[in-house]
């Protein structure tokens, strides 16, 4: 079965510094993966498709097929990004959407 | 953008009665809906898959008696949580994949609190 991890739980740095949100998943097919993130008291919202390859808030992730991994990294991490991100995979277009656990970025003045 | 609306937002009801979540996706068609349970500080858990005009696929351990699941329109998908318990007070988020070669869209969650 898909599997989706996220080690860090909470992740404190300070406005300037760069960001690094882990995220592993274990699937034997060919995944589709991407980030969410959740504002306080906002719906999730999509960030990131490993398929489109872009870059949307300063954020960017690729897909590493030989580590399994889709670690999201923005270079200088601002306050407003500060929320939750959320890992996650597919297997299909239609197929169910999985969660990793999360990481809560804490991005300090 | 594709927009999908859940209603309501907030409710309590007293434990044994039974409280119905709509999700509907305002400007596509959804074949296919999911329903996420999500504890506070925790993750989304993947409760059911909503299949139009069928039954809905029921992941493991999650009751389906308990937690009615209806998509009878390409547009409408309901969750029932029946005979809720305080248990069951949590914040339950739908979702929908509008095309093919576009992200997950999700809805902006439902918190019941039974009492």
């Known amino acids: 079965a898909q599997r989706v991890t996220q080690p860090e739980k909470l992740l404190s740095v300070f406005k300037g510094a760069p960001v690094e949100l882990k995220c592993n998943y274990s699937y034997s097919g060919s995944p589709e993966l991407f980030w969410y993130v959740q504002y306080s008291r906002q719906r999730l919202q999509l960030l990131l498709r490993?398929?489109s390859r872009e870059s949307i808030k300063g954020f960017t992730a690729d897909l590493n097929k030989g580590e399994t991994s889709f670690h999201l990294k923005k270079p200088f991490a601002q306050e407003e990004d500060s929320a939750m991100y959320y890992c996650?995979?597919?297997?299909?277009?239609?197929?169910?959407?999985?969660f990793g656990t999360g990481t809560r970025l804490q991005v300090f003045p | 953008g594709a927009v999908v609306s859940q209603h309501p937002s907030r409710v309590i009801c007293k434990s044994g009665t039974s409280v119905k979540i709509e999700c509907r996706s305002l400007d596509f068609q959804a074949t296919t809906m999911f329903w996420y349970r999500q504890f506070p500080k925790q993750s989304l858990m993947l409760m059911a898959t909503s299949n139009e005009g069928s039954k809905a696929t029921y992941e493991q351990g999650v009751e389906k008696d308990k937690f009615l699941i209806n998509h009878a329109s390409l547009t409408l998908s309901t969750l029932t949580v029946t005979s809720a318990h305080p248990e069951d007070s949590s914040f339950y988020i739908c979702?929908?994949?509008?095309?093919?070669?576009?992200?997950?869209?999700f809805g902006s969650g439902t918190r019941l609190t039974v009492v």
């Open positions: 979702s929908a994949r509008p095309w093919a070669n576009y992200g997950y869209t």
């Open positions: 490993h398929i």
């Open positions: 996650a995979l597919s297997r299909y277009n239609t197929d169910k959407l999985i």
